[in-house]
């Protein structure tokens, strides 16, 4: 058998042990969790917030539901949004398992040459990650502002009284997709790397759901609450 063999099937037997083991109990991991993406998710609203007020609104920009009639395609549309970046914080766990898990599992199996590449393979993969991840939550955090400036100033309200409006679905939405990234923080700090490929299919299971329900709530209800606001 080669040793990538065993490497997966080692990493296979612990996502198994580990849903096992959540299966028990699961209040406390998935608690973790949601505390870990809930501030996450606060903390990105919050720098949203400050671009906000300091971004120069766009007047041609058009907005979901309230440019136009809303329509399942807008649904659809946010879905997919959504579906691409759960699926980059998902890929994030995954890395880490094979950095943090399969990587040195490897290297303790070779000698030479190869064993110092999979032995400095893991640390950099992590840091990639990292960087990757980091890069992702500063460009979402810009062009969120920048969209929030320019919607306030259409509706001739406050940035802080957008965002308000918004949480019914911005927040369930926001917390759903850091589930993830939540769980990779939680792993690397306690150097659980081998939870994470299990941590990969539970919270996108459990992300899922929520972010089909946000979305329509985005396209058929947050709009009427905006105007609601623009209105007062």
């Not at 080669?2 to 996502?15: E, F």
């Not at 840091?127 to 306030?152: I, N």
Request: with cysteine.
């Amino acid at each position: 058998m080669r040793t990538s063999d065993l490497a997966l099937v080692r990493g296979m037997a612990d996502t198994r042990a580990t849903l096992d083991a959540w299966s028990e109990r699961p209040g406390p991991v998935v608690g973790r969790w949601l505390v870990g993406s809930l501030a996450i998710s606060l903390l990105l609203l919050a720098c949203i917030w400050l671009i906000a007020k300091v971004s120069t609104p766009d007047p041609t920009a058009s907005f979901l539901g309230l440019s136009d009639r809303p329509h399942m395609g807008q649904v659809v549309h946010v879905i997919e949004r959504n579906a691409l970046v759960l699926a980059l914080h998902a890929m994030a766990c995954v890395a880490g398992f094979i950095a943090g898990s399969s990587l040195p599992l490897e290297a303790a199996r070779r000698t030479g040459a190869w064993r110092w590449v999979h032995e400095k393979a893991g640390p950099l993969a992590i840091a990639f990650v990292v960087g990757a991840t980091t890069f992702s939550l500063v460009t979402q955090a810009f062009v969120l502002g920048s969209g929030a400036a320019s919607l306030a100033a259409h509706l001739e309200i406050s940035p802080g009284l957008l965002l308000l409006g918004v949480l019914p679905h911005a927040l369930p939405e926001l917390t759903a997709l850091f589930l993830p990234l939540a769980a990779w923080i939680i792993a690397s700090r306690q150097q659980d790397w081998h939870h994470l490929l299990a941590a990969t299919f539970v919270t996108v299971m459990l992300a899922a759901p929520v972010l089909v329900a946000a979305a329509f709530v985005e396209v058929y209800v947050s709009p009427d609450v905006l105007r609601w606001l623009a209105a007062g």
